[in-house]
């Protein structure tokens, strides 16, 4: 059973939860459900998770706040899962460092196929994206904790990133003032997974400015070469 993935389903529908764990126990995942964002802290803190499956609508902590809160500590992936018509909290929830998102109603299949995408880019980052050899990587005033996964603003405020935004920028200041083509940045995020489900650099590169309050109609930090691709302009200082 070590070998197992072992997926967190936290959604308050009983029917959902068993529907779920059946599903994806029957396709070789070993399944904890729970109701509430109590719950879910019980089952973190009992063992080793490999991904979230996060409803937003709970009672008590909803799942925005649980996911915000999660990912300011882990950097364990996320699914969020969303019963509302409009984009609002499937935005809100990627911005709060979910890795994905399903709308309700979904089928069990298409979060099996989505669940597989995101454990499999998590264990393929390349060997200069693991977190263990630099500590901290300071640029423009902002600090990637690499331990933690997040960026510490010039004022001290810590802001989560989603696992794809963390890629991204781990790989920029990996590669500072060097122009780095759309097809290079996949293939340096992502390997050779890419697929269907992958949401374009250009509005990862647009997330990334937004949460470095880098202007996009003047960027200083992520430029945009025409024709080329992107690059970090600024310095890059590490901490080993």
């Not at 991204?168 to 122009?179: A, I, W």
């Amino acid at each position: 059973m070590e070998n197992t993935d072992h997926i967190l389903i936290v959604d308050d529908d009983a029917e959902i939860r068993q529907l779920l764990s059946s599903y994806l126990t029957r396709n070789g995942l070993r399944v904890t459900a729970v109701g509430d964002g109590v719950a879910m802290s019980r089952a973190l803190g009992a063992g080793q998770i490999d991904l979230v499956v996060l409803d937003v609508m709970l009672p008590g902590d909803d799942g925005l706040t649980l996911c915000r809160d999660l990912r300011a500590r882990s950097d364990v992936p996320i699914i969020m899962l969303t019963a509302r018509g409009d984009e609002t909290d499937r935005i809100v929830g990627l911005e709060m460092g979910a890795d994905d998102y399903l709308p309700k109603p979904f089928s069990p299949r298409e979060l099996l196929a989505r669940i597989k995408v995101i454990l499999r880019r998590a264990r393929s980052l390349p060997r200069n994206l693991r977190p263990q050899q630099v500590r901290q990587v300071s640029f423009a005033g902002w600090t990637l904790d690499n331990e933690h996964r997040h960026l510490l603003s010039p004022k001290g405020v810590v802001t989560a990133l989603s696992g794809a935004e963390y890629r991204l920028l781990h790989v920029f200041l990996e590669h500072p003032n060097r122009v780095l083509s759309r097809d290079q940045l996949l293939d340096l995020t992502q390997g050779r997974e890419a697929d269907a489900l992958d949401r374009s650099i250009d509005v990862l590169v647009s997330r990334l400015r937004h949460r470095i309050d880098d202007d996009p109609r003047d960027p200083a930090v992520i430029k945009t070469v025409r024709g080329e691709g992107y690059v970090l302009a600024v310095p890059v200082e590490e901490v080993h």
